[in-house]
């Protein structure tokens, strides 16, 4: 059973930083693409970013390049996003997703299937 974690939001000024961190499980983590996304009140879902199976791939969405890295480690299934100087228009829940398919890299939010419960991220100006 496929089980996805996320945890480190919190509240933080803007300028400021937080590290989310996903726990994997459930599956061979490195098989597959990962991605965050983001909901933000009131909107649809955002994809944010991805990273292939070696982390030979990453790639941002406008809104959020040069100021967010993500990252992995196979060994430990686990998933980061480092956000760095964050905007009051980060402010959002934000999910870690499982790639669609093994070996599959993709950056739109249809290549990703599985999401964890999300971590809330508030952004204060």
């Known amino acids: 059973q496929v089980q996805l974690v996320e945890s480190g939001g919190g509240l933080v000024q803007a300028g400021g930083s937080l590290k989310l961190s996903c726990a994997a499980s459930g599956f061979t983590f490195s098989s597959y693409a990962m991605s965050w996304v983001r909901r933000a009140p009131g909107k649809d879902l955002e994809w944010v970013s991805s990273?292939?199976?070696?982390?030979?791939?990453?790639t941002y969405a406008d809104s959020v390049k040069g100021r967010f890295t993500i990252s992995r480690d196979n060994a430990k299934n686990t998933l980061w996003l480092q956000m760095n100087s964050l905007k009051p228009e980060d402010t959002a829940v934000y999910y870690c997703?499982?790639?669609?398919?093994?070996?599959?890299?993709?950056?739109?939010?249809?290549?990703?299937?599985?999401w964890g419960q999300g971590t809330q991220v508030t952004v204060s100006s």
């Open positions: 997703a499982k790639g669609r398919a093994p070996f599959k890299y993709g950056y739109n939010l249809q290549d990703y299937d599985y």
């Open positions: 990273i292939s199976t070696r982390s030979l791939i990453t």
